[in-house]
């Protein structure tokens, strides 16, 4: 297709599909009407512990194969990850053959996915779980695979076809700013004309920022959650980069998020190699805050006890999946600590303290428990519960008093705070 007709046709549907896009009153702004990821997504996603790892021959059991997402899916119910709510189990990159079919076609590698995507999503619907699967908006994949630039409409169709739940869509060898955003764009549009419940996960704040500020209002209308930064690693480094740039630019970015849109800080990384256990319980804790996507990217066949318990802990899922859907935000940051705060619904408060030291041992810290959540999660007073490193009834507290911790180096201490008047009322 030429792109002179094709800019002209994306002009028409976007005019002739408007009304399809409805207000978010919350923010002001318009949002994805798919009926999609209320609350943030959740599941398993195979890119940071796998990534284009093809040669099964070499390496049968972590190539990228059918084999590799039936094991996963499998171990998603028998071991408890479903009933915690991870639901989606999700292609990334290299999953292509070379090249289309004669129809123009996407299609899977025939030798590692001999029954096709149709096949394997039977298979994951069968558990009661959700597949997704991966494209890119340019003219390939970032691993150099067929892209979808002039075959929007039939590769959203294609994936309806085979019963694709979730599309994670990449911006590599996109030639544009503007093809990139209308790409984006027409791809939420063909994936909602397909008439088949999408999540439509895209990057396209993330290829912006190099060149302006991306307008999220816009993005919040087609997407369903966008990164903003780098992929994540499996360290530390590269956990607290996700953490500085999500805190640096919190004011640009929080108020997008909410039921149907998230900002998205990518994988976890807890149950691999690269973290300590303080560092492994930082990013759960932020991440719930953060109201972010929980897509683990982990080998579920071998994951530790503690991670295990860590990433299943329903208190700090029912924060991250909190309806009332208000991201959290850094409050203070002194001394190398840092204080995290998200509002919950009933007039409940989450708060995450953050030892970034990474030196020493344990730190003291004291807060005012008036300067917590706007001067009111606890007034009169309220309850604190602390989650994590490990739970424990800290009790009543009054407005006027403070709450002391200790924080281990690169750990993180989170609390639940219930105000005093909310639970007299359950009473």
């Not at 990534?51 to 972590?62: I, L, N």
């Not at 171990?75 to 989606?88: F, H, I, N, Q, R």
């Not at 695979?145 to 294609?158: E, K, L, M, N, V």
């Not at 903003?228 to 108020?255: G, P, R």
Request: neutral net charge; aromatic residues 12%; charged residues 20%.
């Amino acid at each position: 297709m030429k792109l002179k007709s094709w800019d002209q046709w994306l002009g028409y549907v976007l005019g002739l599909h408007f009304p399809t896009l409805v207000l978010w009153g919350d923010f002001g702004a318009m949002a994805l009407d798919n009926g999609l990821a209320r609350t943030p997504t959740m599941g398993w996603l195979h890119w940071e512990r796998f990534m284009c790892s093809v040669d099964c021959q070499e390496e049968p059991d972590s190539c990228i194969s059918e084999q590799l997402f039936m094991q996963m899916a499998e171990l998603m119910v028998s071991d408890g990850w479903k009933d915690a709510g991870y639901e989606y189990v999700c292609i990334d990159d290299c999953w292509m053959a070379p090249q289309r079919n004669s129809l123009g076609q996407l299609q899977a590698d025939p030798q590692r996915f001999p029954g096709g995507i149709r096949r394997l999503a039977n298979y994951v619907h069968s558990k009661g779980l959700k597949l997704g699967i991966y494209a890119d908006v340019g003219n390939k994949t970032c691993a150099g695979y067929p892209g979808s630039f002039g075959y929007y409409d039939i590769d959203a169709q294609t994936f309806a076809e085979w019963g694709v739940d979730l599309l994670k869509f990449d911006g590599c060898h996109c030639d544009s700013i503007k093809h990139l955003a209308d790409g984006y764009k027409y791809m939420s549009l063909a994936l909602n004309r397909t008439g088949r419940s999408i999540v439509y996960s895209c990057e396209w704040p993330l290829y912006m920022w190099p060149f302006h500020k991306p307008n999220y209002t816009k993005i919040r209308q087609y997407c369903n959650h966008w990164r903003n930064f780098a992929d994540v690693y499996d360290s530390w480094e590269s956990v607290k980069s996700i953490l500085d740039w999500t805190s640096s630019n919190q004011e640009k970015i929080v108020n997008f998020a909410g039921p149907g849109g998230w900002n998205d800080p990518d994988m976890l990384v807890i149950g691999n190699f690269g973290l300590s256990w303080d560092q492994q319980v930082t990013q759960m804790a932020l991440w719930a805050i953060m109201a972010a996507p929980l897509l683990m990217s982990n080998d579920l066949r071998h994951i530790s006890p503690q991670a295990k318990t860590l990433l299943q802990d329903k208190d700090v899922i029912a924060i991250n999946q909190d309806p009332l859907g208000k991201q959290g935000y850094r409050l203070r940051k002194e001394n190398n600590i840092e204080v995290w705060e998200r509002p919950l619904s009933n007039l409940a408060w989450a708060v995450a303290m953050t030892n970034l030291q990474e030196i020493g041992g344990p730190r003291s810290y004291i807060i005012s428990i008036a300067s917590l959540g706007k001067g009111v999660a606890c007034n009169p007073g309220c309850f604190i519960t602390q989650l994590l490193p490990m739970k424990m009834e800290l009790g009543f507290h009054e407005w006027t008093s403070s709450l002391k911790t200790r924080i281990n180096p690169t750990g993180t201490v989170l609390f639940r705070l219930e105000a005093k008047r909310r639970l007299h009322q359950k009473a």
